[in-house]
DNA sequence: CATGAATGAGACTTCATTCAT
DNA sequence: CATGAATGAAGTCTCATTCAT
């Protein structure tokens, strides 16, 4: 009998999914590092074996998440041969996974935000490569002439993902009957590769 | 002649100011109540005089904030007639405020998302007026035929807002040298009205 | 106008009588200086023309109550010939006081004794007045040889007084069908005077 | 061996004596959580661990202080048969406990009643205990013809309780010679059962 | 490795008291 | 005399972190 393996999973893995949760529901100021030992079912002690401090715990969280984020993303592209059709895949990707993992949603969409401000140091470099994905789609995009040029790219996958994060935001949050999040995606995509107005012919 | 004007200004009215700055400097949870009075340049049992709580304050600061910006936005609008010219005023007038309000843009930009968490019955009305605004454009420009059909006008109006407070995020968190914020708002105005695909003839 | 005189009282009367109410009715400390100003209708401030401070106001409460108490006992004593009598007398004012001037009960018999805590040197020479009116009727009935000899008049008037008190306090507190105070005053009569127990013949 | 005891008691214990001890000398309000604790050589936040919050506390201390005199007044009726020679050995008894525990008389006699008032719905129910034992002696004895009857056992018990209590008060604030307090408990019993009037024959 | 009782710095908030008007 | 806004000392309580077991 191994005594690190609980329910399937090891120890750190188990906090990490436990902070994930409550830091979800409660936010990362409210909630209590004994709070995630309690719902991961350690001591209180037990969670300074695998991380340095609460504030560890978030980044960790960050890396974790969007790690999965961006493998998924990068899984969901595959295959995908003009920039049009990858965004259209990415959108649809990313708005899917909100569903799918709620609670890292919350994550990302809030207390990434708030991570600016109290870790002043914290790189946050897989955001970054998120943005990189992003960006590499329009630039592709660009340079091929299917897509305008004259945006930057890193300010239109900013634009993009501020644009995503809100939605998935507005999803998270609504209490009572939610937008379908997977129509979003085509909605999204149309505003995005056709833009609002209407075309003349 | 006001018995409670100090240099320009009543003392509400400078917590406020105080509260803003160092909000917006250290975040929320890491500001103490003692720094914004020490800014104000008040004793610390002042700020109870004018705010229930510290919560208080910052619900406070953002019905302040916002109240501005809608009353902003609003302005930037008259004599505007197309939806379209409307939609690139908004853009403008907002990001024009990014770099105006920079303290003001930190508070909307990165403490409003937490307030969904910490105060859950906070049903802040300023941004649901603020989100009304940009729907109303948009059913506007949909029911005239200048813009396409198709999505709610509140999801849309979500995504903009997404959108631009990301690059107001951005602008605001980068350090070096920052993209030009108003020239976000023409990049921003051409994703949103004619999207990213190059039109085909 | 008189500005001192506001429904007939001048302005450190009123200031005490909204102190009996409010000292009375949430007890001293959880009691604010506010609250007995507002009570009054004066600024916070006036109270601290009439009184020094918190505690004086509670001493200047005591003072006065306590004289108004001696005063009603000693004029209850006049014409009385016996100790028995005036020991009965007693009894009957006293209780029947607790009826008509319930706060002042309430200030008496709860804030009296914390009193002996927080006000390290107040001697509180009204209820040693209030004792050596008691004792001395004690006192007068031994050497008269109606009551028995033997305790001392001093311990009797305190353990006399203890047990008024405590009667106040039962029907100062009890919410609901509180005892006839005014029967009280004969069981006490007839328990100190009598005793318990059945005489033999 | 157990892991918590330190010194003979483990931590909860030697906290209620601390409070016992640092309630007694200044008086509840006057008396700081920090001085609980560093009289219990624990710090501040120890405490916080074994009680919900200040005025548990001092409920807390109620509780055990009032069991242990229930516990010991019952444990000295043991073996009395007339109602008479029991309500001897309660005050006996009572008073007796008056100077050897001195610390738990004062909160008694003194932070008690201020419970009425700061504690609104804390029943207080070893008090009622103890008036009940009490009760239940004078009861006995009416029925049996031993004591007169007419006046409630309640209002008796009440009244007697009184009665103890401020001997009890008087002889912990006084400060030079105090009187025997064991020879109150003579004179106590005389009053009560014979009364002041010296019998006719 | 794991525990969880203990720590203690520090935050928010209250409120008696002052003093300029 | 009266006001009441302002003060700021001080208290209760929280909670991230440690360390002896």
Redesign the interface.
């Known amino acids: 009998m191994n005594h690190h393996s609980v329910r399937g999973g090891d120890k750190r893995a188990r906090i990490l999914e436990s902070a994930l949760k409550v830091f979800a529901s409660?936010?990362f100021?409210?909630a209590k590092v004994a709070d995630v030992a309690a719902e991961a079912g350690v001591a209180d002690g037990t969670i300074y074996l695998y991380f340095k401090s609460k504030d560890d715990l978030l980044i960790s969280l960050f890396e974790e998440q969007m790690q999965q984020v961006n493998s998924q993303l990068t899984t969901a592209l595959v295959g995908a041969i003009s920039a049009?059709d990858k965004?259209q895949r990415f959108f649809k990707a990313y708005l899917g996974m909100v569903e799918t993992h709620r609670h890292a949603t919350e994550i990302i969409?809030?207390e990434l935000?708030?991570s600016?401000?109290?870790m002043k140091d914290y790189a946050n470099p897989r955001f970054a490569e998120f943005l990189k994905l992003l960006a590499g789609i329009?630039d592709e995009?660009q340079a091929s002439?299917?897509?305008?040029s004259?945006?930057?790219p890193t300010?239109?996958a900013?634009?993009?993902?501020?644009?995503?994060?809100?939605?998935a935001?507005?999803w998270v949050?609504t209490k009572g009957d939610k937008?379908d999040i997977r129509k979003?995606a085509d909605?999204?995509g149309?505003?995005?590769?056709?833009?609002?107005?209407?075309?003349s012919?």
Do not use: H, N, S
């Open positions: 409660k936010g100021y409210a049009t965004l969409t809030i935000r708030q600016a401000k109290f329009i995009g002439g299917t897509f305008v004259g945006t930057p300010v239109l900013r634009a993009i993902f501020g644009l995503l994060d809100e939605l935001l507005m949050t937008i979003a909605w999204v149309r505003l995005v590769l056709e833009g609002l107005e209407r075309r012919a």
